[in-house]
């Protein structure tokens, strides 16, 4: 019980020497989870903290809409990410509304393949997604008058909060390679599926990663 008593003692000693009382109401709850999870370890309760090791232990935030960011999200600038969105709305100014886009004909479907993402990864890895964006991008500098919508899906696991956004990440990230390749950035939305529309069913890794996605629907004038 020394622990206890030692966390009781810097609790007053806060609360006594600090004369604001929302500073002092902030030390009271810090001072608080210290005591609580004080008297849990000593009750026997451990706080595990380890690295997982395959896909199917994500679980991702259940609870929580977030995406949490890691070393290489933070190497990688957001500015690529971050580019303006095209000036008119699908469906307004003579650009067409999102439910005339349709996926490409058989001719052009080689050229307009899905590309797949790791689990919680935005940012495409292997190389042969990579070598497709860029197809696609000479494809639209040659054919000014397509317009394409990337689409972003997830697997099932995690929030459909987290997933949305997640979905959002992906298209954004796909995007801001075409636009870097010298696509008009005017002809080519991202838009976020989340985890509602899988092409797999199942719960195992593998169709997990049929479903971690991007993929295309053109219009052409």
């Given at each position: 019980?020394?622990?206890?008593?030692?966390?009781?003692?810097?609790?007053?000693?806060?609360?006594?020497?600090?004369?604001?009382?929302?500073?002092?109401?902030?030390?009271?709850?810090?001072?608080?989870?210290?005591?609580?999870?004080?008297?849990?370890?000593?009750?026997?309760?451990?706080?595990?903290?380890?690295?997982?090791?395959?896909?199917?232990?994500?679980?991702?935030?259940?609870?929580?809409?977030?995406?949490?960011?890691?070393?290489?999200?933070?190497?990688?600038?957001?500015?690529?990410?971050?580019?303006?969105?095209?000036?008119?709305?699908?469906?307004e100014?003579?650009?067409?509304?999102?439910?005339?886009?349709?996926?490409?004909?058989?001719?052009?479907?080689?050229?307009?393949?899905?590309?797949?993402?790791?689990?919680?990864?935005?940012?495409?890895?292997?190389?042969?997604?990579i070598?497709?964006?860029?197809?696609?991008?000479?494809?639209?500098?040659?054919?000014?008058?397509?317009?394409?919508?990337?689409?972003?899906?997830?697997?099932?696991?995690?929030?459909?909060?987290?997933?949305?956004?997640?979905g959002?990440?992906?298209?954004?990230?796909?995007?801001?390679?075409?636009?870097?390749a010298?696509?008009?950035?005017?002809?080519?939305?991202?838009?976020?599926?989340?985890?509602?529309?899988?092409?797999?069913?199942?719960?195992?890794?593998?169709?997990?990663?049929?479903?971690?996605?991007?993929?295309?629907?053109?219009?052409?004038?």
């Open positions: 019980m020394n622990r206890f008593a030692i966390f009781c003692s810097i609790f007053l000693l806060a609360a006594g020497c600090n004369h604001n009382s929302s500073q002092a109401w902030e030390d009271v709850k810090t001072a608080g989870r210290y005591m609580q999870r004080s008297v849990d370890t000593l009750w026997g309760k451990n706080y595990e903290s380890r690295m997982l090791t395959s896909d199917e232990e994500f679980v991702g935030a259940q609870d929580d809409d977030f995406i949490p960011l890691r070393d290489a999200d933070l190497k990688n600038t957001f500015a690529d990410t971050a580019l303006p969105q095209p000036k008119g709305n699908p469906g100014k003579g650009i067409p509304s999102l439910d005339l886009f349709y996926a490409p004909p058989a001719d052009l479907r080689s050229l307009f393949q899905t590309v797949h993402f790791e689990t919680d990864e935005h940012v495409l890895k292997d190389k042969e997604d070598a497709a964006i860029s197809q696609i991008a000479a494809y639209l500098k040659k054919n000014p008058n397509v317009y394409l919508v990337i689409r972003g899906h997830t697997d099932e696991r995690a929030s459909a909060g987290y997933n949305m956004a997640l959002t990440r992906r298209a954004n990230y796909v995007r801001s390679l075409l636009v870097k010298g696509v008009d950035l005017n002809r080519v939305y991202a838009v976020s599926r989340g985890k509602e529309e899988p092409i797999a069913f199942g719960h195992t890794p593998d169709e997990w990663k049929q479903n971690r996605r991007a993929e295309f629907r053109i219009f052409e004038r």
